[in-house]
């Protein structure tokens, strides 16, 4: 039996201490404001926001939401999101991806202001990811990967971790945070030969392949720890699910996350922490 | 016997390609121009720069130097580094490091024109590196790697590659080229344990240590292809060598590169091809 490593314990921790700068930086006539924009109604956006809305709610952070029509022109949009990343009022803005495919993404990125970019989706933001300085935010689910690891106390430093994924959303921001904290890294992707071969080596296994179930006892080891990112809908028991198999795999290694109920449940309260601290930095 | 990777052969290859772009660009009216900026008068930068002349000459870049007393004030130091950041006939500036000590290196490096950043120091650059994205240049002795990798037909896509060392200046942006190739990459580092474990089950070994002969034959294996990136003078020998105990791993491995005439020939190479890029994108 592994242990359960849950996220809400996580993220209640990191709520508690944001609501504490929150109602610090009102003091101070600061009201950290984060906006949400979305185009269109996909249900995981949907699902997002609201789960970014009651973090809000609790830590005291204000939300402001763009919700744009999934037929919106490129003209509206730009002008939208133009006003958003102008507006001192906001802090922190949360552009959901993917756009509908006849908006320019890259255009999006480009254009946004770094200051406000509490998703880590800019070249500023990453640059800062790759060479460990503060320059932007990291990917919220990638630090809440490492948020989950330290509240649990999982050594990261002098251990061999393994990311299975190399997006820029999450497997390789996953990966070089795990560095920055001295972990030893291999990050498989779908051109790696042998992977379960590669984990089963790893104290620490990232799942962020994406598929669900990819991840079965033999990627592992007895000893390891085991983060599942992905989530997923599984058709036949209707239910939410990850990239790791988790009948199977929670019986073989030390400790995991569950999906729901894991890593999903920090990411929001990371992304509170970021326009806390894109407000402090005003 | 393993197979010896010269780096002379890859060079002469690359600078023939440039020689015939640069009399395009000459043609057009460009004039590819590189500014060497040095600071004092350290042995290495000056041997550097001297590689530089030469290549320069060979691909028919102007090269330009600046070269400051070490005792140069900031405000000196500033002014002239603002001077060739602005100069438009200057299409890339190699700046030696490290600076001396009472000058600010981070300043440097925040204030240089990215589109002039050929040897890939500044956060444009990198985040360029990790990402994936055209977005400025590697670092030279990074992509010199890559060069080599590619010239000998040694494979790179699917195969495992070890990297020792994880400065931003090659251990780090090489990991990630080679990872954009498909290989599958841990970079190892001062706080890996068991560093020749870890080694020895990689197809690439890419040795950045920065530590003379520390990378012996218990590191490698039979099959294995071994680039050697340090370079050190060697007392004993009188003679420049590197990372790589090579008269040990040498007999033990499938091909390696030497130290000197390895890498190291073919980094001044890979400037002179970004200078030529910047100025063409001119």
Known sequence: ?????????????????????????????????????????????????????????????????????????????????????????????????????????????????????????????????????????????????????????????GKKAAVIGRSLVIGRPVGQLLMHENATVVNCHTRTQDVPEITRQADILVCAAGQMHCVTEEYTNPAQTVIDVGIHWDEEKGALTGDVDFARVEPQVAAITPVPGGVGSVTSSVLMAHVIEAAGRD
């Open 1 to 157: 039996m592994a242990r359960v490593l849950k996220g809400k314990e996580v993220a209640d921790a990191i709520c508690e201490r944001l609501a504490k700068q929150c109602a610090e930086l009102k003091e101070g006539g600061v009201n950290p404001t984060l906006c949400t924009f979305r185009v269109g109604e996909r249900e995981d956006d949907i699902a997002y926001e609201k789960a970014a809305e009651k973090r809000a709610e609790k830590t005291g952070v204000t939300l402001r939401r763009v919700v744009l029509p999934a037929e919106v022109t490129q003209e509206e949009f730009d002008a939208e999101w133009k006003r958003v990343n102008e507006d001192p009022a906001i802090h922190g803005i949360l552009l959901f991806a993917p756009l509908p495919k006849h908006l320019d993404m890259e255009r999006a990125r480009e254009t946004m202001n770094p200051a406000k970019d509490v998703d880590g989706i800019t070249l500023s933001s990453l640059a800062g990811v790759f060479t460990n300085t503060k320059t932007g935010f990291a990917p919220c689910t990638a630090e809440a990967v490492m948020e989950l690891l330290r509240h649990y106390g999982i050594p990261v430093s």
